[in-house]
C-alpha cells in the first residue's frame, strides 16, 4: 500500500524528532557533547546554569527556537514559520520527555563513543525533519537565511556557526569535549547528506501552469535566485501555457511544492536530480 505524501511526510517527521531528540537526551547531554546548533548551545548553558538545570533541556531548547523563529520571522518573512514552529514544538517535547525519564542514565563513559552514536542518531532524525518538507527553528535556519540573502553557500555560514559554537564550548566544558563534539559534528553532517541525498545537491525542477506568472511571483521570494518562463502551446489541448524552470537545493523541494500548489493545486511539477553545479560564487 502506497502511503499518501502527507501521511509519508508526518511519518518522516515524528520520526526524525524521535531519533533526533534520543541523540540528544541519550547520548550527547550525558556526555556534554555540544554538536553544533540549538542543543549545542543549550548543552552548553545547562553546564553554565548547573546540574539542576540537566532536567529543563528540552524547555532550554524550545526558548532558544523561539528566539532563532522570532529572528527568522523579522528578517526572513513568514513563509516557513508554521512548519519551524510545529518542528521546535515536537522536538523539545520529546527531548525534555525523554530527559526527565533518563535524567540518571549513562550508557559509556566513553565520550568519543557516545559522540559518534548520538551525532549519527542526531544527524539521521534531521535529515528526515528535511525530507518530511518541514524545516528548523535554530541557527541552520538563520544560516540558511543569511546565505540567501548574502548569497553565500550555504555550508560556509553552517561552517561559521558550528565553529563560534565550538569556540565558546571549549571555554566553558572544555578542550578535550570541544575536539569530540568537532568529532561528532562531522559525522552528523555526513549522515544528514546520506539521508537526503546531499542536503545541498540540487535539483530542476519543470512547473506546468495555468498560472505560471503568480508562481514565479511567489517563488521568487523564497528561491532567491533566477527563474525562468518559457510560453509555449499545449497541442493536445490546443491552449497557450507557460513553463517554469527552477533551480532549487534538494531540502527544499517540500517547501516549494506546496508554495506552488497553494497558487495551482492541479499544477505538474517534474524534479530531475543534479549532481554537478557549476557556478561562481560570489564575491
Known amino acids: 500500500m502506497k502511503l499518501s505524501p502527507k501521511l509519508h511526510a508526518s511519518i518522516n517527521l515524528l520520526g526524525g524528532c ?6 540528544i ?3 550527547l547531554r550525558p556526555a556534554n557533547i555540544f554538536s553544533g546548533g ?3 548551545i543549550a548543552i552548553i548553558l545547562i553546564n553554565i546554569l548547573g546540574q539542576d538545570f540537566h532536567k529543563y533541556l528540552g524547555i532550554i531548547m524550545f526558548v532558544l527556537q ?3 523563529l522570532i529572528i527568522q520571522l523579522i528578517f526572513g518573512g513568514r513563509s516557513r514559520l508554521v512548519k519551524g514552529v510545529i518542528t521546535a514544538f515536537i522536538m523539545s517535547s520529546l527531548v525534555q520527555t525523554i530527559t526527565w525519564f533518563t535524567l540518571e ?10 559522540a559518534i552514536a548520538g551525532s549519527v542518531l542526531v544527524g539521521a532524525g534531521v535529515g528526515l525533519v528535511l525530507n518530511s518538507g518541514f524545516n528548523f527553528a535554530g541557527t541552520v535556519g538563520i544560516a540558511d ?3 540567501q540573502k548574502l548569497r553565500m ?3 560556509k555560514v553552517v561552517l561559521l556557526f558550528e565553529s563560534g559554537i565550538l569556540v565558546f564550548g571549549t571555554f566553558v566544558i572544555g578542550l578535550e569535549n570541544a575536539l569530540i563534539s568537532a568529532v561528532g559534528i562531522f559525522l552528523m553532517g555526513r549522515t544528514i547528506n546520506y539521508i537526503t541525498f546531499g542536503r545541498f545537491h540540487y535539483r530542476q525542477l519543470t512547473i506546468v501552469s495555468g498560472q505560471a506568472d503568480q508562481i514565479a511571483k511567489v517563488l521568487q521570494n523564497e528561491v532567491k535566485r533566477d527563474i525562468s518562463l518559457i510560453r509555449s502551446e499545449n497541442v493536445t489541448e490546443n491552449r497557450n501555457q507557460a513553463v517554469l524552470m527552477v533551480l532549487i537545493r534538494h531540502d527544499r523541494l517540500g517547501i516549494i511544492q506546496d508554495l506552488v500548489q497553494s497558487q495551482d493545486p492541479g499544477a505538474l511539477i517534474v524534479a530531475s536530480n543534479i549532481d554537478n553545479l557549476i557556478e561562481a560564487e560570489p564575491d
Do not use: D, H, Q, R
Open 38 to 40: 540549538i542543543p549545542g
Open 66 to 68: 523561539v528566539i532563532c
Open 18 to 23: 524521535l531519533a533526533t531528540a534520543t541523540g
Open 145 to 147: 537565511m543569511i546565505s
Open 105 to 114: 542514565v549513562k550508557i559509556s563513559e566513553n565520550g568519543l563513543l557516545m
Open 153 to 155: 553557500p550555504p555550508g
Open 25 to 27: 537526551s541519550l547520548f
